[in-house]
């Protein structure tokens, strides 16, 4: 199909609506928009690099990637094309219909993900409906009495009532609660920097967090849980890093305990810490995993992987109208294949090195930063008034 031009405007009239917008209509926009936004005004990305500018000109280093979506930067130039082609040819399908875009894309899903974590569920909402995927995957294949989920202390999976509930407690939300918080019970998470039993290290605990994982299994649900949901790295958290010893130990105990593992990798996946998967880092496979972020390139992208020996879904099970969009499928293909092409992963392990050693460097020289932790490029410090003390230096951070 030839370039595609406008039919009931000039070129000019859309460029134009794209690209001017004036004080009053933003002014406008806070007044009727239900949510706070800020004011400045994003306009134009950087091709494939970290930097944006806003609507006056002024330009941004853009640290977090747009919330870790961005891991080949904005606008790059062989995503935005695959886009610009699909959208050409198709810009919707339900998701009873399938797709170049989509067949190709679960291919190299399938191709890529760890172990025997091959099939796949693709959506184009993102890692809420990722996660809620994965907890649905698990139940219809458990006995339907089977009703309970382990979560962890400190975990996010999603601000949807639903994912609010196996989210930890969020303090800025305090006028609803997650639907569904009796389906699931919350463990402690190793924040080592912190200690839930106050230990110094794990090297003292015993690594506690087992322990009490187990014990949250037999006298914490009402019943046997179906399975463990987490985050390996937790983000939101402040990029806490579990020990591997207990990511190893938790899958030891989904197995002795017959209970399903379920990683979220929403911001841990497709090269971030220095390998496609944290389950590949931690050398640990789950028997499902969610993933959103950066696998879209900056299209709205989630996916869940399941592994081989559980059961599928029936179609009544898991669909939307919004879910199967192959202009984002198309924009994650080449996402994906470009993170292969251009071995990200080990140029964030390599750019990870050298952020941590200046870190530590800088630690040394300024005692608010408490603690200098993470993997690869997923690295938070932490600051505190005191490092003895380890109170929080919320008004300096």
């Known amino acids: 199909m030839a370039d595609i031009k406008p039919k009931y405007f000039t070129e000019q009239e859309i460029i134009d609506l794209l690209s001017e917008v004036t004080d009053e209509e933003l002014q406008n926009c806070h007044k009727h928009e239900l949510v706070p936004s800020k004011d400045v005004i994003l306009y134009q990305g950087i091709p494939g690099e970290a930097r944006v500018k806003d609507s006056k000109g002024n330009e941004y280093i853009d640290f977090t990637s747009q919330a870790w979506t961005l891991g080949i930067g904005y606008i790059q130039q062989d995503v935005m094309f695959a886009a610009m082609e699909q959208m050409k040819r198709l810009s919707h399908a339900r998701n009873q219909f399938q797709t170049i875009p989509r067949i190709k894309l679960v291919n190299k899903l399938s191709e890529i993900a760890p172990g025997n974590l091959k099939n796949v569920v693709l959506n184009t909402q993102g890692g809420s409906v990722a996660v809620e995927v994965a907890l649905k995957l698990a139940m219809v294949n458990r006995p339907a009495d089977q009703d309970i989920f382990i979560t962890m202390w400190g975990g996010y999976h999603g601000n949807t009532l639903a ?110 810490i220095g390998t496609m998967f944290a389950a590949e880092y931690y050398k640990t496979i789950p028997d499902i995993m969610a993933l959103t972020k950066a696998l879209g390139g900056g299209f709205p992208m989630g996916a869940t992987l399941a592994s081989e020996k559980l059961g599928m879904f029936t179609p009544a099970e898991q669909h939307s109208t919004f879910s199967a969009n192959p202009v984002c499928y198309a924009a994650a293909l080449v996402n994906l294949m470009l993170i292969e092409k251009l071995d990200l992963p080990k140029r964030a392990e390599e750019m990870g090195r050298y952020l941590m050693k200046r870190f530590l460097e800088l630690q040394e020289k300024y005692p608010i930063m408490g603690d200098v932790r993470g993997i690869g490029l997923f690295q938070g410090v932490e600051l505190v008034k005191d490092p003895k003390t380890k109170v929080p230096a919320n008004t300096a951070a």
């Not at 985050?231 to 989904?254: D, L, S, T």
């Open 163 to 272: 994912m609010m509930a196996p989210t930890h407690y969020m303090p800025l939300v305090v006028r609803y609660r997650g639907f569904g918080r009796e389906h699931f019970v919350k463990s402690p998470f190793p924040y080592c920097y912190r200690c839930p039993f106050g230990e110094k290290d794990i090297s003292e605990c015993g690594n506690l967090c087992l322990t009490m994982l187990q014990k949250t299994i037999d006298y914490g649900c009402q019943g046997l849980p179906i399975g463990v949901l987490l985050e390996p790295i937790q983000g939101p958290m402040g990029e806490v890093p579990a020990p591997p010893e207990f990511i190893k130990g938790v899958r030891e105990i989904c197995d002795k305990n017959n209970l399903l593992l379920i990683f979220d990798e929403s911001q841990t996946a497709f090269g971030r």
